[in-house]
């Protein structure tokens, strides 16, 4: 699906939108170097329970809460899986609350790559992920002010994920945060499982530059 340039009404929210092996889904801007907007809503786009989706050099702004929220729609054995999200800006979402430029929960084997997150809810986070599994975080941008919450955080149960060549600028309080305080029932998997749990487990950041934040 092909977005042309010009300017989008937010709010939209798909379900259950499923690729398959080598046949991705793919959401994207008919030209790159005019990338569409999508603006406004309670959230600009949300994605529950997909799986082999791209988004591609998309803009997203004005959104009440979280410019981008994808999940596995409260479905905890199920997750979402095999997602990319490649040349995305998310800017100016979020009021003082806890809103975030990109939200991921029950996400795994998913890549954010050559993606700009600017000015998210004031309590919230650039990218955010709960109990997310084997993702990448490559080549991003992302950039704030010294006081607002986190640039990126894994927390949930988030395990295997690789944080590289990110540029931080005043990118919140703590420019990554590795663990979180989750509620319990919001874990993934959940905490009844057999398998060993913390907030955060095998996070690699390297490569990265940081300038401002207190942490």
Not at 13 to 34: C, L, M, N, T, Y
Not at 114 to 132: A, F, H, L, N, P
Not at 167 to 194: K, V, W
Request: charged share 25%.
């Amino acid at each position: 699906f092909l977005f042309e340039p010009g300017e989008y009404t937010g709010g939209m929210h798909f379900r259950q939108i499923k690729g398959e092996v080598g046949k991705p889904i793919v959401i994207a801007a008919a030209d790159p170097k005019h990338p569409p907007v999508i603006r406004g809503g309670t959230t600009c786009l949300q994605l529950s329970d997909v799986a082999y989706l791209e988004l591609r050099n998309l803009r997203f702004t004005g959104a009440r809460m979280n410019g981008v929220n994808i999940d596995d729609g409260g479905s905890y054995d199920t997750p979402t899986h095999h997602i990319l999200l490649h040349g995305l800006t998310v800017i100016d979402v979020g009021s003082d609350g806890n809103h975030d430029g990109i939200k991921l929960s029950g996400v795994d084997d998913f890549r954010v790559e050559d993606c700009t997150v600017e000015r998210w809810g004031k309590r919230g986070q650039g990218i955010d992920m709960v109990g997310c599994h084997n993702g990448v975080i490559e080549g991003c941008l992302v950039r704030f002010a010294d006081d607002t919450g986190s640039g990126v955080q894994a927390k949930g149960g988030s395990r295997a994920i690789e944080i590289r060549r990110c540029r931080f600028e005043h990118a919140g309080a703590r420019a990554i945060n590795i663990g979180g305080s989750t509620g319990l029932e919001y874990f993934r998997p959940p905490l009844q499982s057999c398998q060993a749990h913390a907030e955060a487990e095998d996070i690699t950041v390297e490569g990265c530059t940081f300038i401002g934040s207190s942490t």
